[in-house]
């Protein structure tokens, strides 16, 4: 199985990034709930965003709500993460997690999830 994130890149604050993760064909990508966390040399892995395998439900960390967006396209096997109004602070390496579930909630906890990419980097900087 493979996982892989792609789309980051160098932004200047205030700007927007799409950043993109594959799925390989061993996931039916329907069941499974999808999170995006980021990380940074000096910090542990912070949960950024997850959605439900329904879609119906998302959840954001505080510090991206109204300026990250979580999707997913499952006929695609991709899920996305649109970043507008990017801050210096969401500077870090973005990877892509998932794990089989079908229950109407999802979290933002790192070892909720059995699947990762190996993530991409985003800098945010003038």
């Known amino acids: 199985w493979q996982i892989v994130e792609s789309g980051g890149g160098l932004v200047q604050p205030g700007g927007s990034l799409r950043l993109s993760c594959v799925f390989s064909?061993?996931?039916?990508?329907?069941?499974?709930?999808v999170a995006w966390f980021r990380q940074v040399p000096w910090k542990g892995r912070e949960g950024v965003s997850c959605?439900?395998?329904?879609?119906?439900?998302?959840n954001y960390a505080d510090s991206v709500k109204g300026r990250l967006w979580i999707s997913r396209d499952d006929a695609k096997n991709t899920a996305f993460l649109q970043m507008n109004s990017l801050k210096p602070e969401d500077t870090a390496d973005y990877f892509c997690?998932?794990?089989?579930?079908?229950?109407?909630?999802?979290?933002?906890?790192?070892?909720?999830?059995?699947?990762w990419g190996q993530g991409t980097a985003v800098t945010v900087s003038s």
């Open positions: 959605i439900t395998s329904s879609g119906d439900v998302e």
């Open positions: 064909s061993e996931f039916s990508l329907y069941s499974y709930a």
């Open positions: 997690a998932a794990v089989g579930s079908v229950l109407n909630r999802c979290l933002l906890s790192e070892t909720t999830y059995d699947y």
